[in-house]
């Protein structure tokens, strides 16, 4: 079992920049793939970003703008988001798991990110 906690929405104007926290624990040492979802209300929840085995890939909403990394001495997952948009208003979900693909078994439980015009 996996345990994730985010950290780091809230509410920022346009052309701001958030980082997104996502601590783990429990059995994390077998973990391959880390990625970051979101969704917009009344919308699908999507990828949004992904690390898995060192390899990086991004939504096309978001290349340029958004990074995925990976802190390993503090089991820790970001997601630094630069050049917001109002359009990337969502609520935002780690996701990790075992296998080498996304999405893993195990879900945080979401942070708010709203950006105001």
């Known amino acids: 079992q996996v345990q994730l906690v985010e950290s780091g929405g809230g509410l920022v104007q346009a052309g701001g920049s958030l980082r997104l926290s996502c601590a783990a624990s429990?059995?994390?040492?077998?973990?391959?793939?880390m990625g970051w979802y979101r969704q917009a209300l009344g919308s699908q929840r999507e990828l949004v970003a992904s690390l898995i085995r060192g390899f990086t890939k991004y939504a096309d909403s978001v290349k340029g703008r958004f990074t995925i990394s990976m802190d390993n001495a503090k089991n820790t997952v970001f997601l630094q988001m630069n050049s917001l948009k109002p359009e990337d208003t969502a609520v935002y979900y780690c996701?990790?798991?075992?296998?080498?693909?996304?999405?893993?078994?195990?879900w945080g439980q979401g942070t708010q990110v709203t950006v105001s015009s």
């Open positions: 429990g059995s994390i040492f077998s973990i391959n793939a």
């Open positions: 996701n990790v798991g075992y296998s080498m693909r996304v999405p893993g078994a195990y």
